[in-house]
Nanobody
Framework: QVQLVESGGGLVQPGGSLRLSCAAS????????ISWYRQAPGKQRELVAT???????NYANSVKGRFTISRDSAKNTWYLQMNSLKPEDTAVYYC????????????WGQGTQVAVSS
């Protein structure tokens, strides 16, 4: 089992920055990929960014150049640095950890709210 806990959300003005954290505990070695998803009111959950155990990253086009996903292996924590925030970035952000080839190893955090508004 793996537990994921997000933190760092809040209210920020357009153009501002936030850093989300995803702290992992449990059998972390089974996790190959960590992803950040978000879900805005009335919309489907969408993939924002992904980082693999190799360190390779991928981003949704809507956040490319503004968001950066990273990890601190010593702290078992992954981050999503969000810069130049826009009102359309408002959503609940979720951390997901999974194994590449074992779908039963798929874990979610509880989510953290990000609101971008003046």
């Amino acid at each position: 089992q793996v537990q994921l806990v997000e933190s760092g959300g809040g209210l920020v003005q357009p153009g501002g920055s936030l850093r989300l954290s995803c702290a992992a505990s449990g059998s972390i070695s089974i996790i190959d990929i960590i992803s950040w998803y978000r879900q805005a009111p009335g919309k489907q959950r969408e993939l924002v960014a992904t980082i693999r155990s190799s360190g390779s990253t991928n981003y949704a086009n809507s956040v490319k150049g503004r968001f950066t996903i990273s990890r601190d292996s010593a702290k078992n924590t992954w981050y999503l640095q969000m810069n130049s925030l826009k009102p359309e970035d408002t959503a609940v952000y979720y951390c997901n950890g999974r194994h590449l080839f074992r779908p039963e190893y798929d874990y979610w955090g509880q989510g953290t709210q990000v609101a971008v508004s003046s």
